[in-house]
C-alpha cells in the first residue's frame, strides 16, 4: 500500500536498548537489525517535521517481571544503566522527539508504551492520527503498543522491515503479526511511503 505521510503522523520507536540486542540481558535474534531501517524513518519524519516518539523498558533493579521477583525476564533495563541506553547507532533528533519511559515501577510492568504513559497524550495534543510503529521486541512490545494504538482509536501502520522478535515459543513472531493485522494494523515497508 502506498503511504504519503501528512501532518497527523507520528512514528513510534519500540524499545531499542541495548539490553534487547545481541549480547545484550535479553536479548531479541537480529534485534539489531532494526536500527537502520528505523533510522531511514527517523531520518524521513524528522526532515518532515513529524514527532518521532521512543519508548524504552525503564525497570528499577526490583521490578517484577524479573526471575526471583515473581517474573519471567532476566533483569534487564535496569534504570540508568548501560543496559538500559539506547543502542548507539539509533539516530535520536535534536528536536520534536519524546522519549517514553515504561515499566518504571516495581509492581507494575507495561509491554505497551501506552501503558502507565503520558504517550496518548501527547499525540492527542499534536492532533496525532497515525501511528507509524517499530522496534522490538515484535512478539512483546511492538505487539501490545500496536493493539493498544488501535484500542484508542489511532490508525496503525505496522513497520514490517522494522521489526524483530523474541519467540519464546517457535511462531510467536508470526502470530503477534496476524494478530496485529487482524486487528486492524495496516503492514507498511520504507519503499511504500511515497
Ligand atoms: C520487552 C520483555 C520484557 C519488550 C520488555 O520490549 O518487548 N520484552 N520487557
Ligand atoms: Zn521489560
Keep these: 500500500m502506498k503511504v504519503k505521510l501528512t501532518p497527523f503522523d507520528a512514528l513510534i520507536v519500540v524499545d531499542v536498548q ?10 531479541v535474534p537480529e534485534g539489531d537489525k532494526v536500527v537502520g531501517p528505523l533510522n531511514s524513518y527517523i531520518e524521513l519524519f524528522s526532515k518532515k517535521g513529524l514527532p518521532v516518539f521512543f519508548t524504552r523498558d525503564w525497570h528499577p533493579a526490583n521490578h517484577i517481571s524479573f526471575k526471583g521477583h515473581g517474573g519471567i525476564w532476566p533483569p534487564h533495563c535496569v534504570q540508568d544503566t548501560e543496559g538500559a541506553q539506547f543502542h548507539p547507532e539509533l539516530i535520536i533528533p535534536p528536536d520534536n522527539k519524546f ?3 515504561k515499566g518504571t515501577s516495581r509492581d507494575f510492568d507495561a ?15 499534536r492532533g496525532v492520527k497515525r501511528i507509524f510503529v517499530g522496534g522490538v521486541a515484535t512478539d512483546y512490545c511492538v505487539k501490545n503498543t500496536v493493539l493498544g494504538g488501535l484500542n484508542l482509536g489511532y490508525f496503525v501502520l505496522l513497520l514490517m522491515d522494522a521489526i524483530k522478535g523474541v519467540d519464546v515459543n517457535v511462531g510467536d513472531s508470526e502470530r ?5 493485522l487482524k486487528q486492524g494494523a495496516v503492514s507498511l515497508t520504507f519503499e511504500e511511503i511515497t
Design 176 to 180: 503477534a503479526i496476524e494478530e496485529m
Design 99 to 101: 522519549i517514553i519511559s
Design 18 to 27: 541495548r539490553d534487547f540486542m545481541p549480547g545484550g540481558a535479553l536479548p
Design 111 to 125: 509491554y505497551s508504551g501506552f501503558q502507565g504513559t503520558i504517550l496518548d497524550s501527547l499525540l492527542k495534543e
